[in-house]
């Protein structure tokens, strides 16, 4: 059990299983409460800065086309209550940034910046923009 989840959410519900015999179902949904952010994706940009600036890695230019193509993707995302980007999100970004060449997407769920750490492309050098839309 994760120490920060606060919140608890439970449905149950009785009816036949699979085989016929009479079952419960139960759902359990555990969550971290929101600490409030006035700026949540400047705080997600500056933990990316400060990784790689760890890993001696150039800074990323922040981009505000491709900043609006993350937040107008997250908050599609987040509507659609789907955990899947639309698959012509980078064909989008490139078409708003016309000066790149080449983009990559990602989507992560959670409740602090931190939690990014495993990315791939956080550390990544051929990379050099930003855009970083957060919900």
Known sequence: MDPRHRRLGLGAASGLTADGAEGVYLTE???VPIIGSSDPAGEVARFIER???KRGLPPLQRDAALD???DSEIH??????QMKLDQTLTK???R???DLSS???ELHVGSA?????WSKNLTAREWTHIGVGAL
């Open 29 to 31: 949904v555990f969550a």
């Open 51 to 53: 990784e790689r600036s």
């Open 68 to 70: 609006r193509v993350a």
């Open 76 to 81: 599609a995302t987040a509507l659609a209550d």
């Open 92 to 94: 989008r970004a490139l």
């Open 96 to 98: 708003e940034s016309r």
């Open 103 to 105: 983009a990559v997407a």
């Open 113 to 117: 910046p931190e939690e990014l750490g």
